[in-house]
DNA sequence: TATTGTTATACTCTATAACTATA
DNA sequence: TATAGTTATAGAGTATAACAATA
């Protein structure tokens, strides 16, 4: 079932062939997230923030009181990799650990007010990325792609 | 501008808010990613090829006589990390390297037969991948999913 | 027995700097 | 000088195993 390759007649550079990838949409949806995370990582920066600890620090905020565990439920973390960016994120003084009295096995995270506030300007800038990012789409192709990759994600759902 | 964050009313276990990251295209994006490429590590696993070295050996099958350092252009590899992954490849018997009768500082890349017929299954099971991945949407769901994501990762080319 | 937070560790992927040989 | 292939190395990100305290 192997299709003949037959000698390719030189291409220009930069011209190679990648018909087979370029078909797949899994191909385009790698390059698409790659120049997302690209955008994300240059949009933050400057706030000393990569996407992971943002994520941590954004799901303290709007949710107070949750707990490390729960975090890396959440957003699918392991829990041994969550210590480092919360003890780096608590050193910077964007959230407090309090014990619960309840259950003396967790502590319960509070966002800071400047951990509140540099959430708040982080998804600004995440906020002005992504209009970078879709700059070449309508408002209703941005609507129509986000529905469609729900679906792709959530396929998985109902396996 | 720092929406206010009222103390939350006890979510329930996995019920935590995520309000902004749903709202943003690129979330979705790379939950869809990460599916996707979870998907293809397991459908290559029992070739004992990953997502990159898969895609080197497809730009030496497609392009016959290719160097590694256009390969390197081509799908964005650091030259430096390609090394490895020929070597592995060229001891499995997948390509082999020639000397390029007009520059000797380079090596052209030939696939074997068997490099093809790898390169030939892998394909396949991609396909099927894909397949599943996409299996909530339509066909024409599908060609608009992939339009959109072009025109999503080639909006740098203008930068 | 199960879970939380933690340490230690290892593996993959990616990034940079420097070398050599050729052009 | 610029490029091809290579080596060595460092940094993220992610994975598992094990421990003490608590439920």
Not at 3 to 14: F, I, L, M, Q, Y
Not at 110 to 135: I, M, S
Request: aromatic letters at 4%.
């Amino acid at each position: 079932m192997a299709a003949p390759h037959k000698t390719v007649p030189k291409p220009e550079p930069g011209e190679e062939r990648l018909e087979f990838l370029a078909d797949l949409v899994g191909y385009h949806l790698r390059r698409a997230s790659i120049r997302d995370m690209q955008g994300m990582s240059a949009a933050l920066e400057s706030l000393s923030l990569r996407a992971v600890p943002l994520s941590v620090l954004l799901m303290i905020v709007e949710n107070p009181g949750i707990s490390a565990a729960d975090i890396c439920r959440a957003i699918g973390l392991k829990r041994a990799n969550i210590v480092s960016i919360l003890a780096e994120l608590e050193q910077r003084g964007l959230f407090l650990r309090e014990a619960d009295p309840n259950d003396n096995r967790v502590q319960k995270l509070f966002p800071t007010r400047t951990g509140k506030e540099l959430t708040a300007e982080a998804l600004e800038r995440l906020k002005d990325h992504e209009d970078h990012l879709l700059c070449a789409l309508s408002g209703s192709e941005r609507a129509e792609l986000r529905r469609l990759l729900m679906k792709v994600w959530q396929g998985d759902e109902g396996d």
